[in-house]
């Protein structure tokens, strides 16, 4: 502390305003605590301005932009369609991010949360030093949250800047590109990549693995593999990303498959390889945190880190660097703060793919029921056997349900297909509760409806389907 700059006394102090972080505060909040919330960049976090909402966004541009072009099959004809992207770009950010990040500020400020601008640093274990611009304040506080999120990996020879874009870059092209190169085969890359096609890009994914989306099962991967295949995605597996040079008006790319270099020109290349925690460069050492392997910091199950008054959460901790993991412990560490008896528990964690179609999991899959050493078998339950799905003219995907052969409890579920990122939430449910396939399929599920396979995959675990 500097001559003459006295510390500011804060109760609970959350560092950062993403999905973790503002949940955090607001639930903290409404159990009494007095709360501020330090934010350097923007509130509502990545997920909000730079990750969840914006790619979903154009994601649901890139579907109407392919249904005014392509719906024949119903009788519709158009002519003169065009994509006016200046305008989607604006929709996205000013009618979607817009909206939700000041509706979080409402939230923040509605909660009696003091949303304070600037960069935290810890000093020691009470108190942290806010930097923002030139000027800088100190505060004591009792307890903190830390939820300070990730950022994008940067390879050697793919320096960002230019034609050399992260994902938050490629959310925000001022163009739909007519090549686009992709480096990494993820949930983000393949979202990303599936939209920009649907925009009307000529679009190509580097993944260094043998798989695309190597979070889900083979026969999910499949479904999309086949839809990339309609768009014209090229997709090269085993190809390591060397170097991009930018020309100024386009980019080469450069990779080497099976030994032998190959190369691509394109108007942008974008990497999305992953994610680093930014858990660097904020003074945990001087707190004492102690910070794990791949610079995530090691948290017990009530989200408290190896220093009993600091906790942290979201990107930063171990697990899938999902947004609603990150809320989900937000809750659990404020309110353990709070002197509450919780613990997390991920038994029933989804994960979704944005893809064409979706893909979303939960639980276990089958093998992993059978690594568990659990007497599994899985049902699997085709989307071209419903109604709904047939009348959407989407037809492709299933729900598979994994139960217990001894009572049907399900431990785990896969939906690919329309619909599969709602639907997985009834599943989540049942894996979460314990619930066995005739709790299911005695659910009365409305017709004609996408939720009904989710009955009809239980009667064929109970060995009495209906509709197969
Ligand atoms: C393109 C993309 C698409 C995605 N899509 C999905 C999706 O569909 N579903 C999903 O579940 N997840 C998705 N994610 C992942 C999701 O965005 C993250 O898991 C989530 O944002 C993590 O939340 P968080 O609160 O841990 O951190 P973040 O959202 O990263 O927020 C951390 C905040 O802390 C601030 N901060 C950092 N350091 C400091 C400091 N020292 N002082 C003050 N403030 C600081 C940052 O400015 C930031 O606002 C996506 C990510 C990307 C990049």
């Not at 386009?250 to 390889?273: I, P």
């Amino acid at each position: 502390m500097v001559v003459g700059d006295f510390a500011i006394e804060l109760d609970t102090v959350v560092i950062g305003a993403g999905p973790g972080g503002y949940v955090a505060a607001i639930r903290a909040a409404q159990l009494g605590q007095k709360v501020a919330v330090i934010e350097r960049e923007y509130i509502g976090g990545v997920c909000l301005n730079v990750g969840c909402i914006p790619s979903k966004a154009l994601i649901a541009a890139g579907h109407h932009y392919q249904e005014a072009l392509d719906s024949q099959m119903f009788g519709v004809n158009t002519e003169g369609v065009t994509l006016d992207f200046a305008k989607t770009q604006d929709w996205k950010d000013n009618g979607v991010v817009k909206k939700l990040t000041t509706g979080v500020s409402f939230l923040l400020k509605k909660n009696k949360v003091e949303v304070i601008t600037g960069s935290a640093f810890f000093v020691d274990d009470h108190t942290l030093r806010v930097i923002n611009g030139d000027s800088a304040q100190t505060y004591s506080f009792n307890n903190a949250i830390i939820a300070t999120g990730s950022r994008p990996i940067e390879i050697k020879g793919f320096k960002f800047g230019g034609r050399i874009l992260d994902s938050t870059g490629g959310l925000a092209l001022k163009e739909v590109p007519k090549k686009f190169v992709i480096i990494g085969g993820g949930v983000i890359g393949a979202e990303l990549g599936g939209a920009y096609a649907n925009l009307g890009a000529e679009v190509t994914i580097l993944e260094g693995s043998p798989q695309i989306l190597p979070t889900f099962e083979k026969d999910m991967v499949k479904l999309v593999e086949d839809d990339f295949k309609k768009k014209g995605i090229t997709v090269i597996t085993k190809a390591m990303a060397k170097e991009a040079i930018d020309n100024g008006d386009s980019v080469t790319v450069k990779y080497e498959v099976d030994g032998k270099e190959q190369s691509v020109v394109a108007d942008y290349v974008m990497v999305t390889v992953g994610r680093r925690p930014n858990t660097d460069d904020m003074g945990l050492e001087q707190a004492g945190v102690e910070i794990g392997e791949r610079g995530l910091i090691p948290v017990d199950a009530q989200g408290r880190t190896n220093v009993k008054n600091i906790y942290a959460i979201g990107d930063i901790v171990p697990g899938a660097a999902l947004a609603h993991k990150a809320s989900y412990e937000a809750k659990i560490a404020a309110e353990a703060i709070s002197g509450k008896k919780v613990a997390v528990d991920y038994k029933a964690m989804p994960a979704v793919a944005f893809t064409d179609p979706e893909l979303a999991t939960v639980g276990m899959t089958i093998a992993e029921a059978k690594e568990a050493g659990l007497n599994a078998k899985s049902y699997k339950f085709p989307l071209s056997g419903n109604g709904r799905a047939i009348s959407l003219g989407k037809t492709e995907g299933f729900v598979r349900l994994v139960t217990t052969v001894e009572d049907n409890v399900i431990v785990g579920a896969q939906v690919a297909g329309v619909g599969a990122s709602d639907m997985i939430s009834e599943l989540s449910l049942a894996v979460e509760s314990g619930m066995n396939a005739e709790d299911i399929a005695l659910t009365i599920h409305p017709h004609p409806s996408l939720g009904e396979i989710v009955m009809d995959t239980a009667e064929l675990a109970l060995g009495l389907p209906i509709h197969i």
